[in-house]
């Protein structure tokens, strides 16, 4: 059980911390994001080597899942937050020093371990605001994230152009996050609870929906994070300084579209709002499938990342408000389910592409978006 102490503060300034906290995270990872080119020219790996590198991220990430779910049910989602925040700007560091491969993959696997923790923790911390405000606003902190995407690319940018180490580049950064964790972390909710709850709890049925739904959805996002300046290359065939457009199109939607679902989810309801998300990926999906061309494309790229905007931030909201389970572990158990979408949607999309074409490997990914449509047309939300 948690502790139903009231919160202290107003509910705007608990918005204000958790926002902060989303916005710190995700200056942290587009941090990292930025500055890959530059680690790996240091350690002269290989474009394959990489790869096989940056395994260690989501590894790391999927060994969290269970800890933090078992973790948050013992000290609460704001002590879990600080202390994950505080060791992921310290592993960011960490990997700003790193001088061989075996290093690199320690301190990524920490990194994702530490950026899992403290996604739990920040989105339970935000289903708490939630509930102050009585109406949806979960998804405009998931926008603060990809706002704060833009800015640590931007900072980034200015890094490399000016030669700046990417362990000078990071320690800033850790020192801008250590700072936001010391001022704004009295201002989160106290919600530790009186008791810890069972180690492990199966998730309800509905649980299992919103976490179906999520897998669906993530599958989307990550075929769009990894493969889509890829196929705007190899099947739209656009010039070398548009190969990126496609991803820029989704990445400024996906922001624009997470600022803007709480008052539609409000307005409309969650159960409409997750059937149009569903349709507009697929819709955009396979415009781009069936129009592979500049223009045409890029439309298709603006629909899918309105719709893969507000599904996860929803699907959250959803199970933070779960009958049977603690925010924190129904997040987690959801977490569990949709971010295997990213571990199996990229190479799935390789290995179609391996026996067909590419343009097959996005009409597979199409189907998932039809499949949040049917899968939120079947849950009971």
């Not at 919160?7 to 941090?31: D, H, K």
């Not at 196929?231 to 990126?244: D, H, P, R, S």
Request: hydrophobic share 55%; proline share 3%; charged share 10%.
């Amino acid at each position: 059980m948690e502790s139903t102490a009231s919160y202290t503060f107003s509910r705007t300034t608990l918005r204000i911390a958790v926002g902060v906290m989303f916005f710190m995270a995700g200056v942290c990872f587009a941090s990292w994001a930025s500055r890959i080119a530059t680690i790996q020219q240091n350690l002269n790996l290989s474009d394959a080597g990489l790869g096989g590198v940056l395994f260690a991220l989501p590894v790391g990430l999927m060994c969290s899942l269970p800890f933090s779910g078992w973790v948050i049910t013992r000290i609460g989602s704001r002590n879990l937050l600080i202390s994950a925040l505080v060791v992921y700007s310290l592993s960011l560091v960490s990997l700003g020093i790193a001088e061989n491969t075996v290093q690199l993959v320690i301190c990524l696997l920490l990194f994702g371990f530490s950026s899992n923790a403290v996604n739990i923790s920040v989105n339970t911390q935000a289903v708490a605001a939630e509930e102050l405000y009585k109406r949806p606003i979960l998804a405009s902190f998931h926008g603060l994230w990809s706002l704060a995407g833009f800015t640590g690319a931007a900072i980034g940018t200015f890094m490399i152009g000016n030669h700046v180490i990417p362990f000078k580049h990071f320690s800033l950064i850790m020192a801008i996050v250590l700072i936001s964790v010391i001022f704004t972390s009295r201002y989160l909710k106290n919600d530790k609870p009186a008791s810890a709850g069972p180690v492990f709890v199966m998730p309800d049925n509905s649980l299992i929906k919103l976490g179906i739904i999520a897998f669906c959805s993530m599958i989307c996002e990550g075929a769009m994070f990894d493969w889509s300046v890829i196929y705007f290359k190899k099947v739209v065939l656009a010039q070398n300084a548009l190969m990126g457009a496609g991803y820029t199109a989704f990445m400024l939607t996906m922001a624009t579209g997470r600022f803007v679902a709480d008052q539609f989810a409000h307005r409309f309801g969650l159960k409409r709002t997750l059937q149009i998300s569903g349709m507009l990926t697929a819709t955009g999906l396979l415009t781009a499938v069936a129009f592979p061309y500049l223009y045409t494309a890029l439309f298709g790229f603006l629909l899918v990342g309105f719709g893969v905007s507000s599904v996860v931030p929803l699907v959250y909201s959803a199970a933070g408000k779960s009958k049977t389970m603690s925010p924190g572990v129904a997040l987690a158990a959801v977490s569990t389910i949709g971010f295997m979408g990213f571990l199996i949607g990229p190479p799935i999309i390789g290995f179609v592409a391996g026996i067909a074409t590419l343009r097959a490997s996005f009409t597979l990914i199409a189907a998932m978006g039809i499949c949040v449509t049917i899968f939120a047309t079947k849950a009971k939300i």
